[in-house]
């Protein structure tokens, strides 16, 4: 938890506002907002977001485990889950997977009955993916286990952090943005 409350404890630099993160409680004292773009403070954020990452993906491959799913399975469902309607196309793209890796996982998934595939509005051939109630039900602990993880880091490090972060992160995430 250590780990990711300095990692929200860093995002706030964006804002002017540095925030001394324990356990037990969380300090502000004001800072330059200048210094956040200083290459040792990039380089921080990086190693930071990466260490996010590991942690929030050792809690979907331990959940995944437990549901017999490989991680890459998971990846899709909660994909589809975060945007439903996606693409095929556009949720391969965003997970970085190859086409023949990425089919053949989505055929598994849609012969288990996770996955509703619907003709897209806009042009017939493409297809708009769901994830089923059976897929809801089997992703629900997965979906917990990232709560698990955030809910206590949110709520120490507070709303602007957590809306700064979110921010961020998001613009980190779009293909367009690097």
């Known amino acids: 938890m250590r780990l990711c409350l300095k990692f929200l404890s860093f995002l706030s630099h964006s804002q002017g506002v540095t ?52 991680r890459s399975e998971v990846d899709i469902l909660l994909g589809i889950h975060a945007t439903p309607g996606v ?23 849609d012969r288990r009955g996770f996955v509703r595939k619907t003709p897209s509005g806009r042009d017939g051939r493409r297809r708009n993916l769901y994830v089923s109630q059976e897929a809801l039900t089997v992703i629900d602990p997965v979906i917990s286990a990232l709560r698990e993880v955030l809910r206590p880091v949110y709520r120490e490090s507070g ?16 293909p367009d943005n690097g």
């Open 19 to 70: 925030r001394e993160v324990n356990r037990s409680h969380v300090s502000v004292r004001a800072t330059d907002a200048r210094l956040f773009l200083r290459d040792e403070e990039l380089d921080r954020g990086a190693f930071l977001i990466l260490a996010a990452e590991r942690r929030l993906g050792a809690a979907i491959a331990t959940a995944a485990r437990a549901l017999d799913l490989g």
């Open 87 to 109: 693409t095929v196309t556009d949720l391969r793209e965003r997970l970085g997977m190859t086409v023949p890796t990425f089919a053949r996982l989505l055929g598994q998934l």
């Open 159 to 174: 709303g602007d952090v957590v809306s700064g972060a979110v921010d961020l992160l998001s613009a980190v995430a779009e």
